[in-house]
């Protein structure tokens, strides 16, 4: 299995100059650019190198356990009159998607060098992930973490501190994601030499999101070749994935960007309402502006500030979206919705009592629109269902009925 390396004279990949479209780019203060440039000057040349590729593969197979099932959900297509699939990215080790790409990343630090990873965790599973393979290596690991988010998310709190890792918490403005990646790029810059900064998502300066991407996009193989096998079709009539930042999302619709027959949907977080002033649904309410080094679209007031999102998942609660996600929303290649919190919980019920899974809430995002769309009974529907709902297990108790 290859990551995916060559993408060039596609409309949707992202192009020499690191955008997407009219979003993406390098915003950064000056002491970050020797590590941004020497990431961009050396990220495809080692993910192509054969021994990167070997090594990579190796450890998602023996130690992520890939490939991830893609389970048919009989009841659940019972109930909507179609055919869905599940994509279990729960079932990775760590419990989400969010290893395959600190995977990539450690390898790819430790060809460049680097003795200190940093990261930024919103729902902790990329914190998780990134700690598990800080451990695998032998590196320091130190996870930002909004201080509201700490305590929404202690069971992985819990096992960031015990795999080794220092969790620090970030206590400026609405105290989630937003606020642990500032903290972090101010570490990075403080840190510049001998630390890599592992984003867990497809934000950031180039070459992140074109980066983390493709790391991701395992996943979309896998579903060629899993749906291939399956349905003698390699192609869904949808794929389905949540946005946040969108890494799983990225990695859900990779391999189908330029195939005009797959419908890809991306559900962003509306928390209590679209237009409620407690939302997370960028798309509908951001414009275009700088955050975390790239230009993209972010929820900002008239003069720019930035305003604070609102999600009952930690993971979806940021006020931008990834690059390559804006893109295919203004491109209209991709079709954006979004759920409210009521409708991600009453989802993650539903497929709980239907098919015996627990999601995580981010993954109950995407789950929650498929009352929604209006399937042909023929249709092949696949979810990601990006992480499982143990994290979220005390969210869901408070809501129990």
Not at 67 to 95: C, F, Q, V
Not at 273 to 295: E, M, N, R
Request: charged share 20%; hydrophobic share 40%.
């Amino acid at each position: 299995m290859n990551i995916a390396i060559n993408t060039s004279g596609s409309a949707y990949h992202v192009d020499s100059k690191g955008y997407f479209g009219k979003f993406g780019g390098a915003y950064i203060p000056e002491m970050l650019y020797p590590n941004v440039e020497e990431l961009q000057e050396n990220y495809l040349r080692i993910m192509s190198e054969p021994s990167f590729q070997q090594e990579f593969e190796a450890l998602l197979k023996d130690y992520v356990g890939r490939p991830s099932p893609l389970y048919y959900a009989k009841r659940l297509s019972g109930k909507y009159n179609t055919n869905i699939y599940l994509k279990r990215e729960d079932l990775n080790h760590t419990g989400a998607h969010k290893v395959n790409n600190t995977i990539g990343q450690i390898l790819l630090a430790k060809r460049l060098g680097k003795k200190r990873i940093i990261a930024e965790t919103g729902a902790g599973q990329h914190g998780v992930a990134t700690a598990t393979v800080c451990a695998l290596m032998g590196l320091e690991c130190v996870v930002y973490m909004g201080k509201i988010d700490i305590q929404r998310q202690a069971p992985n709190v819990a096992r960031m501190k015990m795999l080794g890792a220092t969790v620090v918490p970030a206590t400026s403005g609405s105290q989630t994601l937003k606020d642990a990646t500032n903290e972090a790029i101010r570490d990075w810059i403080n840190n510049p030499v001998d630390t890599h900064y592992i984003i867990g998502s497809v934000v950031g300066p180039h070459p992140y999101p074109d980066m983390v991407a493709r790391f991701q996009s395992v996943i979309s193989e896998e579903i060629r070749l899993q749906l291939q096998e399956k349905t003698g079709n390699p192609l869904p009539d949808y794929a389905i994935a949540c946005v946040g930042g969108g890494s799983n999302a990225a990695g859900t619709f990779f391999h189908f960007m330029d195939e005009p027959s797959v419908k890809l949907v991306a559900v962003e977080a509306a928390g209590k309402g679209v237009d409620s002033g407690f939302s997370a649904a960028t798309t509908v309410l951001g414009s275009l502006g700088v955050i975390h080094g790239s230009k993209t679209l972010l929820m900002q007031t008239d003069d720019g500030q930035i305003v604070e999102p609102h999600s009952i998942s930690a993971g979806l609660d940021y006020p931008g979206v990834g690059p390559v996600h804006a893109h295919l929303f203004d491109s209209k290649r991709g079709i954006v919705m979004s759920a409210t919190d009521d409708e991600a919980l009453a989802a993650a019920y539903e497929l709980t009592r239907l098919e015996g899974i627990i999601p995580a809430l981010e993954s109950s995002h995407a789950l929650a629109k498929l009352k929604d769309i209006n399937f042909k009974p023929s249709d092949v529907v696949v979810v990601c269902l990006s992480g499982r709902g143990d994290k979220d297990l005390e969210t869901y108790i408070q809501h129990l009925k």
